[in-house]
């Protein structure tokens, strides 16, 4: 599965399999995590891995009783250490490139589980100091998720999106291109190689043709 694919068939997974994940899988998962760019490279930021029944069952109940998370055997949990950032680039640091860097680890934790063939949630509503309490984080850190991972049981259909021609600007805000169709939406760069290699197709296709219509010609004389 390459990256692209990846990005656009991954789904967000509410319904689990009774199946345990492989410790090489999870491993492998918050490798991706420790990939994500961060600000300096600080890489302020920490994966604790949650499979008990006791802490799940207790995370899910603090994240706003959303009891079908149980299902998943695993969670990772993303914990940000704001201090580090505040050290090098202020309060921006802590409070704006330290959420920047999580939000990246958790979408590279997203997209890998997907390649693994698993299915994840990210879920952001939770009482934070109960979350704290279970996990018995005691110093000033902040949850910026809670990542559900297991293998899924449902397979959602893809959500409505903008097209691109709605999202996108040029040199400012509101910036258009007249007309935008020639250069984004259904012309993308990805329908354009289409195009492009169809016409190679059929013209390949018609030089064959040719050749086998004046051979016939020829042992016709």
Same mark, same amino acid.
């Given at each position: 599965?390459?990256?692209?694919?990846?990005?656009?068939?991954?789904?967000?997974?509410?319904?689990?399999?009774?199946?345990?994940?492989?410790?090489?899988?999870?491993?492998?998962?918050?490798?991706?995590?420790?990939?994500?760019?961060?600000?300096?490279?600080?890489?302020?930021?920490?994966?604790?891995?949650?499979?008990?029944?006791?802490?799940?069952?207790?995370?899910?109940?603090?994240?706003?009783?959303?009891?079908?998370?149980?299902?998943?055997?695993?969670?990772?949990?993303?914990?940000?250490?704001?201090? *580090?950032?505040?050290?090098?680039?202020?309060?921006?640091?802590?409070?704006?490139?330290?959420?920047?860097?999580?939000?990246?680890?958790?979408?590279?934790?997203?997209?890998?589980?997907?390649?693994?063939?698993?299915?994840?949630?990210?879920?952001?509503?939770?009482?934070?100091?109960?979350?704290?309490?279970?996990?018995?984080?005691?110093?000033? &850190?902040?949850?910026?998720?809670?990542?559900?991972?297991?293998?899924?049981?449902?397979?959602?259909?893809?959500?409505?999106?903008?097209?691109?021609?709605?999202?996108?600007?040029?040199? &400012?805000?509101?910036?258009?291109?007249?007309?935008?169709?020639?250069?984004?939406?259904?012309?993308?760069?990805?329908?354009?190689?289409?195009?492009?290699?169809?016409?190679?197709?059929? *013209?390949?296709?018609?030089?064959?043709?040719?050749?086998?219509?004046?051979?016939?010609?020829?042992?016709?004389?």
């Amino acid at each position: 599965m390459d990256v692209f694919d990846a990005i656009r068939t991954r789904r967000s997974i509410r319904k689990f399999k009774d199946k345990q994940v492989p410790w090489d899988n999870i491993i492998t998962i918050m490798q991706a995590g420790k990939y994500a760019p961060s600000a300096g490279n600080l890489q302020n930021w920490k994966f604790i891995v949650v499979k008990s029944d006791a802490k799940r069952k207790a995370i899910a109940k603090a994240c706003l009783q959303q009891d079908w998370m149980e299902q998943a055997p695993v969670y990772i949990v993303v914990v940000a250490e704001p201090e *580090k950032a505040r050290m090098y680039y202020g309060t921006r640091g802590a409070r704006l490139y330290t959420q920047q860097a999580c939000g990246a680890a958790i979408q590279n934790i997203l997209l890998t589980a997907h390649s693994l063939g698993l299915g994840a949630c990210w879920v952001g509503a939770f009482d934070e100091d109960e979350v704290f309490r279970i996990l018995n984080i005691t110093e000033e &850190k902040i949850i910026e998720g809670v990542v559900v991972i297991g293998y899924a049981d449902e397979h959602p259909e893809s959500p409505p999106k903008y097209r691109i021609e709605h999202m996108v600007f040029f040199e &400012k805000w509101w910036g258009r291109i007249e007309p935008p169709r020639s250069h984004i939406g259904w012309w993308s760069l990805y329908n354009k190689r289409m195009v492009d290699e169809g016409h190679k197709f059929i *013209k390949k296709t018609g030089k064959k043709i040719e050749e086998h219509v004046k051979r016939k010609l020829k042992k016709g004389k």
